[in-house]
């Protein structure tokens, strides 16, 4: 093990309204097998012991599954390691003598609640339009009793990996949520459970994302680079033909609306 | 003060349906006027919360992180249990109810065993309607694995992140409720004190963490689902926010705390690597469907592990439990793991580890399959230690990971103190001494989709909807003393950390309460808590105020009760002089190193009372009865 000597600049910022600024603090003697929030909390430990406000940042789990952790690391999201959340990345990434820029995730969307922690409630608001299907608990049918093909659970599944983190709004230079988006409602609208309430499902979320301030998708793809998870922009291409249905299906049921 | 268990009369098979049939009902119109606060999000929280606002009771639902998605059941990787026999190789309802019965060596509740077992089979229907993407075969059946304990494959999964999908599911279910105004949600929201009226538990006293606004909320009832204690060990597996605050505050206000001793140390995990470590990793129990543990044969054999003939291993699982081999139970490989190590045949920094060795499944199987199985352990494994686990074996050792333990409970979840509930694992009364693997999960959609929701009517229907508010002079008092306790604990201005403090109180619980435990080494815990706690409240420093978010004031919150609650973990540790599943105390033991129950004297479940003395807790016993499985030496060889 070797001891890695460091330059952070770390984006301070006490409340959501107060305005910030980046502080310089050296990292000294950090042991390179530490992860990266480690060394944060080593780094905290310090500025506790000389009475210091220690910085402030989310996070959970540490295994990179619970998508609390965020952080934007050298200008990345999560930093400089391919689909690898902040708490798995490693000091041994790092070299002694570097300087590291540490920033919050920035969108309108997630305001700055406190140094590098953001609200990220606004994928809450999006999943509760429509991010479900609706079975009361008791209702179901036999699991069997529905066969899904290997390959549709399999790519389902690869949606479903999406860890809900924001880094690939992020990442966005619109500050777009599209990848998020198309990964939670692709799941569902991939599986047979999930046809019946596609439509609703798909109009629901995308005009919640839009109520929730997030910008348009451009197609920069920066989004994919930057998730821990590899969700692929295949979802989003996935999700606009949704949209387009569903648009559609809607119209033509206002259109015929009211019945006989 | 007698403990009524409240387990149905009649046959074991009976019992959950029995109950079901006598279980009273609220009309639909009446059960709008009842509100019900649930405190966690995780599987047993989400599934209540919801399910009971599909009933049309009103839910206000808490959790600490900023998204009830995150509750720490999202880490869980290996899979669930469930009676289904899928398989066709012989699974049953009453299979699955007795290998958890003998899994957690004799100290569970046979009857509540029994609905958990029965009611699985739901749980998986359920959660395949809501969308979870289970793993499936090419004909579109659902798939399974293998787990410890069984020799059935009935644990299903979704790749290794088998929690994560079954949370999201609960959350989506919860989702849906909170967009049709059934349940109100509040993130980023502590529970940090229970609130009892006329001895009753009617609300509680939450902290939100980011404006630091301290506010009361009353309800007909309260459900605790916030998950276990493991993080008083400092290092486990759970994620960091992991706390015993909202059980202990319940505690300290009545709720009896039942087996605190019983917590699981799980054989596969990534050893610790230096005194920075702030959690360990575990690597699925499911590896070791395919994993082969060993150590070497000689002492300090430092050799590289390719260097190591096979003559020259000591593959100790397969040695000593020939039928179940690597699958061994977690209590029984952990202990083995530690005997290796002590013995001198550790590998690894400081000789705290064994290999978990995939060599041959690759040469049998392919990298390419072995890849599709655990791809996602494997790199998580990469990152961690720089080290690649095709290429070598992967080094584990055991570590904290699951409490059995949690606050005592009747059949229908309600603790001892009315109307208070407890669901998942902040409960006790399903996984005895030890839990098997893939039975969390389970049990905590058991309790959350299935049990409550029969369950909490029982106690509702005595109550009057809403006669209880904030109004009340116990929920100003309650105010009152969470906010004498946030100044005081702003106030000390000394000079060490709280994760200086949590530090050190988890290396001394794991030396002396981990997973060796003796008489002497309980009492030597037992004279250095309280004094650490002492110092605590004298030289711990929070920077930071109370009005703003503050997370090392949240940590000291959670630290305070913690360095409360070790104090009865040892004392129930000591108190219990025999060894069964989790709890092995070197005293109790085989010639051969196996652990020695005394069923004759501690065939209960030890329920303890806050008395206002730490040191001098009142014990309550609930006898277990084995009608069913008998009581007999777990053999796993
Ligand atoms: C790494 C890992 C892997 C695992 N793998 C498996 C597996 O493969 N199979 C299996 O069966 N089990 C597994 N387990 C165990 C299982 O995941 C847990 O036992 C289970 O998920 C606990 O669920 P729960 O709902 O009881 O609690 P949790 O999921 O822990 O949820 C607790 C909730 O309570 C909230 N909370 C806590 N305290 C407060 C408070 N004071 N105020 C407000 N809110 C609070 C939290 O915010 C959270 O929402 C694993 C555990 C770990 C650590
Ligand atoms: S802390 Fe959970 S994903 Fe990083």
Known sequence: MSLLNLTLKVWRQSSANAAGRFQDIEARDIPDHASFLEMMDIVNERLISKGEEPIAFDHDCREGICGMCSMVINGRPHGPEKTTTTCQLHMRKFKSGDTIYVEPFRAKSFPVIKDLAVDRSSFDEIQRAGGFVTVRTGSAIDANALPIGKEIADAAMDAAECIGCGACVAACPNASAMLFVSAKAGQLNSLPQGQPEKTRRTLGMVREMDAQGFGNCSNHYECEAACPKDISVDWISKLNRDYLCSAVVEKEAVAGGGGD | ?637
């Open chain 2, 1 to 637: 003060m007698p403990l009524d268990s409240k387990i149905p009369s009649g046959p074991i098979a009976e019992k959950w349906s029995k109950h079901k049939r006598d279980s009273k009902l609220i009309n639909p119109k009446n059960k709008r006027k009842y509100s019900v606060i649930v405190v966690g999000s995780g599987l047993a929280g989400s599934a209540a919360a919801a399910s009971l606002s599909e009933l049309g009771y009103k839910v206000k639902c808490f959790c600490f992180q900023d998204s009830p998605r995150r509750a720490h059941s999202i880490a869980a990787q290996g899979g669930i249990n469930a009676a289904k026999n899928y398989q066709n190789d012989g699974d049953s309802v009453y299979r699955l109810f007795y290998d958890t019965v003998k899994g957690g060596d004799f100290r569970a509740r046979e009857g509540n065993v029994h609905r958990l077992a029965e009611v699985s089979v739901n749980i998986i229907d359920q959660c395949v309607a809501q969308g979870v993407p289970f793993a499936r075969e090419y004909g579109g059946a659902l798939a399974n694995r293998s787990f410890g304990g069984a020799q059935v494959s009935r644990t299903f999964y979704a790749r290794g992140q088998t929690g994560q999908q079954l949370l999201l599911g609960a959350y989506s279910a919860l989702n849906k409720e909170i967009a049709n105004g059934g349940v109100k949600m509040y993130s980023r929201c502590e529970m940090v004190e229970l609130v009892v009226v006329n001895g009753h538990a009617k609300g509680i006293i939450t902290r939100d963490l980011v404006t630091g606004k301290i506010e009361a909320h009353a309800a007909d009832c309260v459900l605790l689902c916030t998950g276990g204690y493991g993080n008083v060990f400092y290092l486990s597996t759970n994620a960091k926010g992991c706390n015993v605050t909202a059980t202990w505050r319940a505690h300290k206000k009545g709720a009896f705390f039942a087996n605190p001793c019983y917590t699981q140390i799980h054989p596969t995990c990534i050893p610790v690597s230096g005194d920075y470590q702030s959690k360990l990793t575990l690597m699925s129990e499911s590896l070791r469907n395919d994993g082969r543990v060993w150590a070497p044969k000689k002492k300090g054999d430092n050799r590289h592990p390719s260097q190591i003939p096979d003559e020259e291993r000591d593959y100790y699982l397969e040695r000593k439990y020939p039928s179940f081999g690597n699958l061994a139970p977690r209590d029984i490989s952990s202990r083995a793991a530690k005997e290796a190590c002590d013995d001198g045949r550790g590998v690894g920094p400081g000789g705290r580890g064994v290999y978990l060795d995939f060599a041959e499944a690759i040469k049998n199987f392919g990298q390419k399959t072995i890849a599709e199985r655990y791809g996602n352990l494997f790199d998580m494994y990469e990152r961690i230690t720089g080290e690649n686990a095709y290429q070598q074996p992967m080094r584990i050792y055991p570590a904290v990971h699951y409490t059995m333990g949690g606050l005592w409970v009747d059949y229908n979840l309600m603790s001892n103190l009315p109307g208070l509930h407890v669901l998942g694992e902040a409960n006790f009364s399903d996984h005895g001494a030890n839990r098997l693997g893939a039975s969390a999960l389970m049990q905590g959609l058991a309790d959350g989709y299935f049990v409550i929701p029969t369950t909490i009517a029982n106690y509702l229907v005595g109550e009057k909807p809403g006669s209880i508010t904030t109004e009340y002079p116990e929920f100003k008092k309650a105010l009152e003393d969470v906010n004498a306790r946030t100044s005081r604990l702003l106030g000390i201005k000394g000079k060490r950390s709280v994760d200086s403090f949590h530090r050190e109180l988890g290396l001394l619980v794991w030396d002396k309460c981990g997973m060796a435990r003796s008489r002497e080494g309980l009492t030597e815990a037992l004279g250095r808590i309280p004094a650490l706690r002492e110092e605590f409240w004298n030289n711990v420093t929070i920077p930071g105020s109370g009005e703003a978010f503050n997370q090392e004031l949240e940590k000291a919150g959670r630290v305070a009760d913690f360095l409360e609650f070790a104090e009865l973990l040892c004392l129930d540790a000591r108190e219990r002089e025999e060894s069964c599943g989790g709890h092995f105390r070197v005293e109790h033991q085989y010639e051969d190193g196996e652990a020695k129950r005394d069923d004759a004297n501690f065939t209960y479940a030890a329920a303890w009372e806050y008395t206002g003395n730490f040191a001098k807790p009142a014990l309550h016993k609930e006898e277990l009865k084995f009608d069913e499985v008998h009581l007999a030496v777990r053999s796993y060889k």
